[in-house]
């Protein structure tokens, strides 16, 4: 797949895979950073359960996954259910702009079903909309597995849509003992891949950095432009401990902007 750039716009991106604390949300909110870094306007879908707090911005689009259990009961079934998520969708027609959405763990059997239902790639397509699949998986074994069985479903539902996977460095990378069930999971994994299937290393942040700011309730943005002092305060941290995290943070931001902007290119949008 070559980098989608400004003639790709609008765009709408979906981050998914089954397994849950893969990194779906911290790989949708980071490409969501990278379009406000190039000022592309974006619109953020999270479909997720209702008790997960959640930071949106005005405009912004949320789906209770208890929503699901009414599908038998909505016109289209589970379009009906998808109707808000549909409707920012199409709303990015004609627009210079792009569409995140994050998916719950879960639910890719549920959007291979709307997928097919909708002929959202055609229909999309169509509309003169660009559409993505981000499957998320970090080294574990069943978390490859799925990216495995969701990359094959794209391409068998929706063939027009772009696909990327997206390796989540979290727990690890990629490396594994030769002969494996690892290694053998990762060789088929990385084989699909190259069906014209981009492919993006998410860098970890080191040690505990990440985890620091994110129970302190700051976004990646806020840590970024926190002042060493400040995180400390927020973290109760010493102040050499906060400044090293923040290094840390502001490290993966960087690393992670070249592992996005092979795939997104959009730095000439600045």
Not at 3 to 10: A, F, S, V
Request: glycine share 8%; with cysteine.
């Amino acid at each position: 797949m070559m980098p989608l750039t400004e003639k790709n716009l609008p765009l709408a991106i979906s981050f998914f895979n089954d397994a849950t604390g893969v990194g779906k949300t911290f790989g949708a909110w980071r490409t969501r950073y990278h379009f406000d870094d190039a000022k592309i306007p974006t619109r953020f879908v999270c479909i997720e359960t209702g008790g997960v707090p959640r930071r949106l911005r005005r405009g912004d689009v949320f789906i209770p996954v208890e929503d699901f259990a009414e599908t038998a009961r909505m016109p289209g079934g589970i379009a009906g259910v998808l109707q808000p998520y549909s409707a920012a969708v199409l709303g990015l027609a004609g627009t210079r702009s792009a569409l995140i959405a994050d998916l719950a763990g879960g639910l890719a059997r549920h959007y291979a079903e709307y997928l097919a239902a909708t002929r959202f790639d055609q229909l999309l397509h169509g509309q003169g909309i660009t559409t993505l699949g981000v499957v998320v998986a970090t080294n574990r074994i069943e978390h490859m597995r799925e990216a495995l069985i969701n990359l094959d479903m794209l391409a068998a539902t929706v063939p027009l849509m772009h696909r990327a996977l997206l390796l989540n460095y979290r727990f690890g990378g990629f490396k594994f003992l030769a002969g494996s069930p690892s290694a053998t999971v990762y060789r088929d994994l990385m084989r699909r891949a190259e069906d014209g299937c981009a492919v993006i290393r998410l860098p970890a942040v080191v040690g505990d950095s990440w985890k620091t700011a994110e129970d302190a309730q700051l976004t990646l943005k806020q840590a970024l432009n926190a002042a060493p002092a400040e995180f400390a305060k927020r973290t109760r941290l010493d102040l050499l401990t906060a400044a090293a995290c923040l290094t840390e943070v502001e490290t993966f931001y960087q690393d992670s902007e070249v592992a996005l902007d092979g795939v997104l290119r959009f730095r000439d949008a600045e």
